[in-house]
């Protein structure tokens, strides 16, 4: 159990966090307050776009009220606009942050990469990693000084992984992955041949075709029925996300490509290899998660663990993909045990090594 310690935030000049809590129920969704709400919101924020890598032109949304105790910084998954978590950023402004979402290159509002927008593809995946290291150290740095949450989910958590691996110092103060994309499930293609598979893959399609081939059982965005969907439990809260995609086509993308998939594959590959973020982090996955593979996710969890002091991992049983779009009870736990974290981001920085002074 962690403690909090303000005598020693006061020393540090660290922050404690503010507590998140829920703002909407399941109930709010069904009824069509969400729906009103969550679209004053979107409206209230500040949408803006900025060059990434390469020139690529990247669209970003904030929201800053002046009463706010600290920010928070969301990286999404694959596939998503930051319009997908209206929700979670009313939560986050409803308990005292400021808050800033990345539209990842190739979707969402930011530029996409192919003439077929549908595609799901990257040149580099080390392109995602780079833009959102130009988003926290120079965008969000011009308009908020205030300590940095970050919060990331699915392919945000493999981005946000790999950007922390640098050891930039200073800047995000603790880290919330949730369903982090650490591991790929590749069904049909047995995961021990998954990555040659797709390098070849890749490979025999550039010698065929200027245009990536999606992998197969893949193809455009589908508007896909609740029934048999391998994100959410919640009814409500998985036709929001729908219906938001069929009101702003823009955001649609279909599946992945083979190079995609290499790109992945290889990222993910890289991360168990690289140190503990320096910095409190915090792991939660969903007990029937077919998306990613919570088997790779304990893996990397336990090489950092022996780097440094980290909380265990949180299983939510009952939970598929998408924890922050699942039932009220799961969003429950998730809240319950991110505040329990966050309460104690001061003992677990205590605990950590301390750097040996360059001028000693």
């Not at 955001?251 to 594959?265: D, I, M, N, R, T």
Request: with cysteine.
């Amino acid at each position: 159990m962690y403690r909090i310690h303000f005598r020693q935030q006061e020393q540090s000049g660290l922050t404690l966090f503010p507590m998140l809590k829920p703002g909407l129920t399941q109930a709010d969704f069904s009824s069509g307050t969400a729906t009103v709400a969550l679209q004053q919101l979107w409206q209230q924020g500040q949408h803006h776009y900025f060059t990434g890598t390469g020139g690529c032109r990247l669209h970003y949304s904030s929201w800053q009220p002046a009463q706010a105790t600290a920010a928070l910084v969301l990286v999404p998954g694959r596939i998503e606009a930051g319009h997908k978590y209206a929700e979670f950023i009313a939560d986050a402004l409803h308990s005292g942050y400021q808050v800033f979402v990345l539209d990842h290159r190739g979707q969402g509002a930011s530029e996409r990469l192919l003439a077929d927008p549908q595609r799901g593809y990257v040149k580099d995946f080390s392109d995602y990693v780079a833009d959102l290291q130009l988003f926290i150290e120079e965008i969000i740095p011009g308009c908020c000084s205030l300590p940095l949450l970050a919060v990331a989910h699915s392919m945000g958590g493999a981005i946000l992984a790999a950007y922390l691996q640098q050891q930039r110092p200073g800047l995000i103060q603790a880290a919330i992955f949730s369903s982090p994309m650490w591991g790929i499930h590749t069904n049909p293609i047995p995961a021990g041949i998954a990555a040659a598979m797709a390098n070849f893959m890749r490979g025999l399609n550039r010698l065929c075709s200027e245009q990536p081939w999606y992998v197969p059982g893949q193809g455009p965005y589908q508007h896909k029925a609740f029934e048999g969907n391998d994100l959410s439990h919640s009814a409500e809260r998985y036709q929001w996300f729908r219906d938001l995609y069929q009101q702003y086509p823009a955001y649609q993308l279909g599946g992945v490509s083979w190079h995609w998939l290499a790109e992945a594959l290889a990222a993910c590959e890289k991360l168990h290899s690289g140190p503990a973020p320096a910095m409190p982090c915090l792991l939660l996955q969903g007990a029937e998660d077919t998306v990613v593979d919570n088997r790779q996710q304990l893996l990397l969890w336990q090489h950092w663990r022996r780097q440094q002091p980290l909380p265990d991992a949180l299983t939510i049983q009952g939970a598929r993909h998408e924890l922050l779009t699942e039932t009220d009870e799961v969003r429950s736990q998730w809240f319950s045990a991110v505040n329990q974290f966050l309460s104690g981001v001061l003992d677990i920085q205590a605990q950590a090594p301390q750097k040996p002074d360059r001028h000693g």
